[in-house]
């Protein structure tokens, strides 16, 4: 048994297992007194340290310890979380939990294989007795010495399998899809999982539908067959689309595209395919995740990090290292967004030694790099070229589309689910962004590290190694762009930026930055009187002299950096044509060319083209099309990143403009495309959202009402007595509400400031009753942590913003009730001004918030066993907007002590009572 003492700890409560098995339990405001040193097993100790407010970390922190020894296998980063990834009975008081720990810990010390590629880790993180605390006790426990190791023992990731080159492949057919071969094939499909045909009619018609996407290409130039399809829940869309999806790519040898937005999708897409596919077809030629090069672990960052963290001083940085070694070793495909990677080592060890290990900055070396053959992104994207269907998210199967050139092969079928948020994915992907941030990653990608920490960064000299040296021009480019790269800001003049200090007076973006900020401050001050603490923004026009006079001198920076580039670009397209006419192509060297040519393409074409358009257009409207503003972003009150900012009005015209050159058919499918499914006019904000106005031929549209008996199991109330202007009100409506349901209550705040200064209130009233809260922007936690933590705990409630709401997908009584503590009407911005004047005044207002309510409550109700409640705390909520809720679900408006009665008998005994 493990002698180390174990601190549990709640909202309230917190409990003390001494090494002698003495046990206390006091407030959590005690603990700080009590516990002396950071020789204390926890699990999770940053958010442990921060609750009990501890002036050290604690030591012994089973989340380290459990991704160590199961770096892939999922796992809720709580104790009983933990108990359940390890197949042991779970604990539900303090004290249990304390004794589970040690459980726990004995249990994963012993899984660890005494074989060298593990223990040689736990001597690297040991750091002779100085490193990582758990190393001391599994070398024991091993019966191993300390001892001195190698990096070329760590260098583990070359026993990796290297990718292959995928053979190009014929043509691909265009044998459509007839509706009654889709409702046969989903019925064979069904029969295999067990499920009568008859029972699932809307799923059947739904895939009949669904095939207008997938028939012969038309001669004509109209662009692509367009569907809608508004799918209610529980109709079984997934498996609804996958199936005619399949049938075209096996038929016709051909890939379907698969977009969606958000990564708990994804994952359902793959499980849904489980078990239907024939075994005799490769499991990678099935379903295939794609995703950007940010997702995905760099190797050679990673033996980078190794590398710096034998010298660091920090021993954390070594505990990092030693455990995304271990996570590279185990994961399948490197991807730091999928189930394989546990998202909370986020919050143990940081941004820059977790997802800092991506190739997030463009800094790829390609072919010029040892890992290139093992490389997880090279891997990833192969597959994707052999797979029937690819899995994508919105934003690069858009960002994909729009970089292509006609004549490239891209896919020609898409289904876009969560159709939804095509608007929003749209309006990231088409955006021009000049801000102080994105030019001093700019400079870095051209430049590589400037100042004197210790960073990964390399720059295009270093990537172009190899492919210029000899050649007089090339180098004369290189050297052109370096030089002129650096009258960029420098990386510094961004911490004098945040600090209010005066810029330098010889740098012309320097200058520009600092002059916009003054001017928002100045507009803000006259037009509010304050500043907000999280964001600030003023019109460009009238255009202070100042920022013009200092824009002129830094577009001329900018318009002389991008000639040398396009230069180089040049240079490259001739290198990669001659290698192509050699007796024997070197296809690596080709494809390295061709990689950085696109990318030093794609920095003049989303970042320095726009940025010097709109640099010359500040004094003058450049079109109607197009909206500008300064912006000015902050956090807790401090200055972060400023810039001028340009959105189109309508960003589905772009994106129906690159989808219409590739695609040959498309359905765009969700739960909530329109805004009201009472009024056949909500097919106008469908075709709003999704672009499908925009497209040449006229989209069908479609809708399969949901199976679900709303009227029974759900009910929607409207609290009249509660003014949202008094917060310590609305914090006591909100935890007594969730009293009343017992947990598993979801709160979304329309405001980060609302929501920090009710939680310690609600928090206080729910510990009362043992029930856990659970809160965004408060908890060191990501989102999706938080709810993976709130789908496994009984008794818990989460509170957020509309990023929570959005990532929420959760079956069964985890999600009862949702509270809304006003109504979420758009902020007012001077884009959503904007946009507000171009889609029709307030009636646009009311439609985007009729969707966020709709998709808001659609999570309640995942499967036709839920019972649910929505509250609305606003009494100010317009009848007008009723109608976003299904027409048969009850709506009550009533005082709050009313509805808390109705809400627990709702529960108590499964019948709502009327008043």
């Avoid at 999922?74 to 009983?80: D, E, L, S």
């Avoid at 600090?499 to 003054?518: C, I, R, Y």
Wanted: glycine share 6%.
């Amino acid at each position: 048994m493990l002698s180390i003492p174990v601190l549990v700890i709640n909202t309230i409560k917190a409990c003390f297992l001494s090494t002698d098995g003495e046990v206390e339990i006091y407030d959590k405001n005690q603990v700080s007194p009590k516990v002396k040193d950071a020789g204390v097993l926890v699990c999770h100790a940053p958010y442990t340290a921060k609750q009990a407010e501890l002036k050290f970390r604690p030591a012994f922190d089973l989340l380290e310890l459990y991704a160590f020894v199961y770096p892939t296998r999922f796992a809720v980063p709580t104790i009983n979380g933990l108990a359940k990834a390890l197949e042991m009975d779970t604990a539900h008081d303090l004290e249990d939990q304390a004794m589970l720990a040690i459980e726990i810990a004995t249990n994963l010390i012993n899984a660890i294989p005494a074989e060298d590629k593990y223990l040689d880790i736990v001597q690297f993180m040991n750091r002779q007795g100085q490193g990582w605390a758990w190393a001391p006790v599994i070398l024991q426990a091993k019966g191993k010495e300390p001892t001195a190791i190698s990096m070329r023992d760590m260098k583990l990731w070359q026993n990796r399998a290297e990718w292959e080159d995928i053979p190009k492949t014929e043509p691909a057919s265009q044998q459509g899809i007839s509706q009654e071969d889709a409702a046969a094939h989903l019925k064979n499909w069904l029969t295999a999982r067990q499920t009568k045909s008859e029972d699932r009619p809307e799923q059947i018609n739904y895939t009949q539908k669904i095939t207008k996407a997938f028939q012969p290409s038309q001669l004509s130039d109209d662009g692509p067959a367009v569907l809608l399809a508004e799918a209610g829940t529980g109709i079984g869309k997934t498996l609804g689309y996958l199936n005619p999806s399949w049938m075209w790519a096996e038929k016709n040898s051909d890939t379907v595209w698969l977009s969606t937005y958000t990564k708990n999708l994804q994952r359902q897409l793959a499980k849904e395919l489980k078990g239907l596919i024939p075994e005799k077809i490769d499991e990678e030629q099935t379903l295939v995740i794609r995703k950007g090069r940010e997702n995905y672990v760099c190797l050679l960052n990673v033996e980078e990090h190794l590398k710096a963290s034998q010298l660091a001083q920090n021993p954390y940085m070594r505990i990092s290292a030693g455990l995304m070694l271990r996570w590279v070793m185990e994961s399948e495909d490197g991807d730091f967004t999928g189930d394989g990677f546990h998202g909370w080592l986020l919050t143990l060890l940081g941004y820059q030694d977790t997802l800092g290990l991506s190739d997030r900055r463009g800094e790829c070396l390609y072919g010029a790099c040892d890992h290139y053959k093992k490389c997880f992104i090279e891997h990833a994207t192969r597959k994707a070229k052999k797979a029937k269907l690819v899995v994508s998210n919105h934003a690069l199967t858009m960002i994909q589309a729009a970089l292509a050139k006609p004549e490239m092969d891209l896919p020609t079928r898409y289904v876009f689910d969560e159709g939804h948020h095509l608007f929003d994915a749209a309006d990231s992907a088409y955006a021009a962004n000049l801000s102080f941030m994105e030019v001093l990653d700019l400079k870095r990608w051209i430049l590589g590290a400037e100042t004197g920490r210790k960073t990964r960064a390399k720059g295009l000299r270093r990537r172009m190694e190899g492919l210029y040296e000899g050649h007089e021009r090339a180098e004369k480019i290189i050297e052109s762009i370096s030089r002129r790269a650096h009258q960029l800001p420098m990386h510094e003049s961004i911490g004098a930026f945040r600090k209010g200090q005066s810029a330098d007076s010889s740098n012309p973006g320097e200058q520009f930055f600092m002059a916009v900020k003054e001017q928002i401050k100045v507009r803000v001050k006259q037009s509010q009187g304050s500043f907000s603490l999280y964001g600030l923004e003023c019109d460009i026009r009238p255009v202070e002299p100042l920022v013009l006079g200092h824009a002129d001198s830094f577009q001329k920076v900018l318009i002389d950096l991008r000639k040398p580039l396009l230069q180089l670009i040049d240079y490259l397209k001739n290198k990669a044509a001659d290698e192509a006419q050699e007796e024997v192509p070197d296809t690596t060297l080709i494809n390295r060319i061709e990689s950085l040519m696109s990318s030093i393409q794609r920095r003049c074409d989303s970042m320095l083209t726009p940025w010097i358009t709109m640099l010359g257009q500040l004094e003058t409207v450049f079109s109607d099309d197009f909206i500008d503003w300064f912006g000015l972003d902050r956090a807790e009150g401090q200055d972060m990143d400023v810039g001028m900012y340009r959105r189109w009005v309508d960003p589905m015209i772009p994106f129906a403009s690159t989808m219409s050159i590739h695609a040959k058919g498309m359905a765009v499918t969700s739960a909530t495309l329109r805004d009201s499914v009472q009024d056949e006019a909500g097919w106008e904000t469908a075709y709003e959202q999704t672009g499908a106005r925009h497209f040449k031929n006229t989209p069908e549209s479609f809708y399969a009402p949901s199976p679900f008996d709303y009227k029974s199991n759900a009910k929607v109330f409207i609290v009249n007595d509660v003014r949202k202007d008094q917060l310590d009100l609305v914090a006591t409506a909100y935890a007594s509400l969730m009293k009343a349901s017992g947990g598993g209550a979801l709160g979304i705040f329309t405001a980060i400031n609302r929501l920090k200064t009710m939680h310690p209130q609600i928090m206080e009233e729910l510990g009362k009753q043992d029930i856990q809260l659970l809160a965004q922007h408060v908890d060191d936690m990501d989102v999706g942590t938080l709810i993976d933590m709130f789908r496994d705990q009984d008794k818990s409630c989460l509170i957020g913003t509309d990023a929570v709401r959005d990532g929420v997908d959760v079956p069964g009584d985890a999600l009862r009730m949702l509270i809304f503590e006003r109504v979420p009407w758009p902020r007012p911005t001077i884009l959503h001004k904007a946009r507000k004047e171009h889609f029709g005044g307030r009636a646009y207002d009311e439609r985007m918030t009729r969707l966020k309510l709709k998709q808001a409550f659609g999570r309640l109700i995942r499967q036709k066993t839920d019972r649910g409640v929505f509250v609305m705390l606003d009494p100010m909520f317009p009848s007008r907007l009723h109608d976003a809720f299904p027409p048969d679900v009850e709506i009550i408006k009533a005082p709050l002590a009313e509805i808390i009665t109705q809400v627990s008998d709702f529960f108590a005994d499964g019948n709502a009572l009327s008043l």
